[in-house]
């Protein structure tokens, strides 16, 4: 590998602990991956493979943790997901200007959002059959829903009435 800058050729090695700012979150630290550094100037690359699936990993982390999602981690979340702040608003049920709150950090999300973002990111892609943009025809009007539910000999399956 030549170095971008003056040529030279560089040098490789594997960073024991790599401060990853990539996903816009604070405390995300990556190890083994790959440093190249020019001897002879001071160019220097960080090797970063796979991404999405590094993305994905993280989301998974942050899912699983106790507190309540910072700013950071909502915008975080919600890009991996692959929305918009429009899309996103929608499909939470809220005004754009209020997920534009929580993710510059002016308002908390609420526990109820706050669960369903994580539920979003639990069911993408795994569960490719949920549909998420679904979320966003959900009406103000409660009614019971009316199901039909069949044992069959892979187990059960549920059909809406
Ligand atoms: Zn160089």
């Known amino acids: ?33 790959e440093v190249r550094e020019c001897p002879s100037c001071s160019e220097r690359e960080v090797v970063i493979p796979r991404i999405e699936e590094l993305h994905r990993v993280i989301a998974s982390a942050i899912i699983t943790k106790r507190p309540r999602l910072t700013a950071d981690e909502v915008r975080f979340l919600r890009k991996v997901l692959g929305l918009s702040g429009v899309d996103f608003a929608a499909r939470v049920g809220v005004d754009p200007a209020t997920v534009s709150r929580w993710e510059n950090g002016h308002d908390a999300i609420g526990p109820q959002a706050d669960r369903l973002l994580r539920l979003m990111v639990a069911v993408t892609p795994p569960k490719t059959d949920y549909a998420l943009e679904d979320l966003a025809e959900i009406e103000d009007v409660a009614k019971p829903v009316r199901l039909r539910v069949e044992a069959q000999s892979r187990g059960w399956l549920a059909a809406v009435a």
């Open 1 to 33: 590998m030549k170095c971008p800058e003056c040529g030279e050729t560089m040098k490789s090695r594997r960073e024991g602990a790599y401060r990853y700012k990539g996903a816009g979150l604070p405390n995300v630290v990556l190890s083994g991956v």
